[in-house]
């Protein structure tokens, strides 16, 4: 599938929108545009007692809703935050999505797994506050590994006394799943495990989690396809439901700009349609 793409300023002002660093004037760009006039917007609602354990919530004054996502965003686990993804909100709201944004603790203040904790106690109030919805769990880059770790390893869910019954799907963008920390930066990150195979989304796969929808760029020279591949290979062999593509013309940043108003592609749309017929097929 041929994607059209993003504009050639993007470009040049989101080279340093990567996995370790997301710049002010890249999100800047990005936000650009965005209108939440039609959009109930709560800020700030704790799910936790740490300073970054809170979450926005933006909802479309539109009836009925699509449907619900919480999306956990990048930043090699070091950088980001909820209000530089408004464009993200805009983009899903205009949809007819409600959209959840979390932050979570980040490095050097915690380290592996916290952030894995905090995204399922982040999920787990979320959804304990809205037990008749059905959600979509996304992320994209470190945001993408995130969700499907909490997703794989029942212990983040359970240790919230919550399960993922509530979770529909699980939309990936450009996660590192299966990476190994070989830099400085990452191993510091992740220096408690013994082996990568603790930190391996792929080692904790069983075939029950919700269906993974996995999308990565082909021309992503961050976050290597192979990751997303490698987990569709294991949750198709361990019984699961996954829908993988792999999109050419598409890195590790336009697959997020495409989102933004100002850098518009209609990847959003082509995910969110495949994701509503699976949804809305009989069982």
Known sequence: MKLRKSLTLFTTLATTFVLSACTTLSFYAANTKNDLSEVDVQKNIKYGKGARQRYDVYVPKVEPLKGSVIFFYGGGWRQGEKNQYTFVADRLTSMGYEVFIPDYTLYPEQEFPHFIEDSAAAVAHITRKNPD???????????????????????????????????QAFIGLAGPYDFIPTSKKYQLIFQSIKSPKEMHVSTFIDGTEPTFFLYHGAEDGTVSPFYSHRLAKTIQKRGGQVYMEELSDINHINIMSSFSERFRTDLPEKMFGKITSFMNAPK
């Open 133 to 167: 919805k059905k959600f979509v769990l996304m992320g994209h880059s470190a945001g993408a590994y995130n969700a499907a770790m909490l997703l794989a390893d029942k212990k983040y869910l359970q240790q919230q006394d919550a399960t993922s019954e509530n979770i």
